[in-house]
């Protein structure tokens, strides 16, 4: 009788095989772990300089644009301490301090690395004095009180005899829509009502305006009949103009 050949079993080869298929992947993912872990490190120190010291902190406050301001004006409310992280600076919140300030009409604040942060302010141009007391109150074109002074700026058109907001509102939007030819000539703006506003030029010579509608109209009516001579004009209705 033949001898049955003798069976080997081959789960301990398997069983080793996948044991070093294991000990690779796992040597392999630790090995690419570590690689991970030392890219981290730098960033992390990146992160430090940047967001935990005043290595990149604020130095200098750079403010421009301030005519009426002055630059500690604007630099009490923009309100960082010297050395705060520039990266953590709240550039929102640094604008709304400024935007504050009653001169201030817009502000732009940005960052300048590796120090500095910049301030770029626009402030309000008065449109209108009106009187207060012994001096005089500036108004933009919005009607935004911004400032008192003694004396109204050269070219700033005085708003006389108006207590009414809505007859004031009349006149600063006739002052606003004006061509820049005729507000120069103008002195005083004087509105009892909304209907009822009227210009007093350099010669004293009197602009009876009305209401703001159809300004674009009463304007050119308004450059045309100014070259005739006159003391009172009026371009309420602007296709019947009348002059004396």
Wanted: net charge positive; aromatic share 4%; hydrophobic share 50%.
């Amino acid at each position: 009788m033949s001898k049955l050949p003798r069976v080997v079993s081959a789960a301990p080869k398997l069983q080793a095989r996948a044991t070093a298929a294991r000990q690779v992947r796992r040597t392999a993912w630790l090995r690419r772990l570590a690689w991970g872990a030392a890219g981290l490190v730098p960033l992390a120190l990146i992160a430090w300089l940047v967001l935990g010291t005043s290595m990149l902190g604020v130095r200098k406050v750079v403010i421009t644009g301030e005519h009426r301001l002055t630059a500690a004006e604007v630099a009490r409310a923009v309100n960082v301490a010297r050395g705060t992280p520039l990266a953590r600076v709240d550039t929102a919140a640094v604008a709304r301090r400024v935007r504050a300030l009653d001169a201030v009409a817009s502000v732009t604040v940005t960052r300048g690395w590796p120090d500095s942060l910049r301030v770029l302010v626009v402030e309000r141009t008065a449109a209108v004095a009106v009187p207060d007391g012994s001096r005089y109150a500036l108004l933009d074109d919005q009607g935004v009180r911004f400032d008192i002074v003694s004396t109204p700026p050269r070219g700033v058109v005085r708003l006389e005899g108006t207590t009414d907001p809505a007859a004031r509102e009349a006149a600063l939007t006739v002052v606003r829509d004006l061509p820049l030819a005729l507000r120069r000539a103008v002195w005083v703006v004087r509105a009892s009502s909304p209907q009822q506003v009227s210009l007093v030029l350099r010669g004293n010579r009197v602009l009876v305006w009305g209401s703001t509608d159809q300004s674009a109209q009463k304007a050119a009516a308004a450059l045309a009949l100014l070259k005739l001579p006159g003391k009172t004009y009026d371009v309420s209705s602007p296709t019947v103009v009348t002059r004396r």
